[in-house]
């Protein structure tokens, strides 16, 4: 079998299981993204998979970079603090073991709005700014798995180019 397919094929994985990891964060979606657009363009080798390869690389990086300014700017907007973050982050690690699939989100949360309840003293404060903390890390979990998916489209397009032409 040919190296260039069963690299194309375990790209084609990875890069579906970095799309997945954009939006469930145990997994490392956007560095996996890269170092696969890369190690993909580097065994194939040709033209159409260097550039594609760049351009993939720098979409994902785009869109990690807004996930993390985006969700930064609202969190200082709130002026959440870091322990309040920290603690939910701890939450939601315990979360993802209490509750299968969705203790993660549902941990996050709950981690956030106890958090915030201990350092407002005022559960309609504390539940206002965990619903826009909330809303701003799902706007760069989008952002992310947008420019992600962008990345795996354009990563497609390479694919056809590179196998047409060779």
């Known amino acids: 079998m040919d ?6 094929v375990a790209a084609g994985v ?13 997994l490392p979606g956007s560095p996996l993204a890269i170092g696969v657009l890369i190690a ?11 550039t594609t390869g760049v ?14 300014v985006l969700t930064g700017r609202k969190l200082r907007e709130q002026q959440v603090p870091r322990t309040s973050i920290l603690l939910a982050v701890l939450a939601s690690i315990a979360g993802m073991f209490l509750i299968p699939v969705v203790g993660l989100f549902v941990g996050f ?11 407002r003293r005022d559960l309609g404060a504390a539940a206002r700014s965990s619903l826009a903390t909330l809303k701003a890390t799902g706007t760069g979990i989008l952002v992310e798995f947008g420019m992600a998916c962008l990345a ?9 180019v590179h196998f047409t032409t060779r």
């Open 14 to 26: 990875l890069l579906a299981v970095a799309a997945v990891g954009t939006v469930y964060p145990v």
């Open 55 to 68: 351009i993939g690389a720098a979409i994902v990086t785009v869109g990690w970079s807004a996930s993390a």
């Open 40 to 50: 993909w363009a580097w065994i194939v080798g040709s033209a159409a998979s260097w």
């Open 152 to 160: 795996a489209s354009v990563w497609t397009i390479g694919v056809i």
């Open 109 to 119: 949360g709950a981690g956030l709005l106890v958090s915030e309840y201990a350092r």
């Open 3 to 8: 190296v260039e397919i069963v690299a194309t």
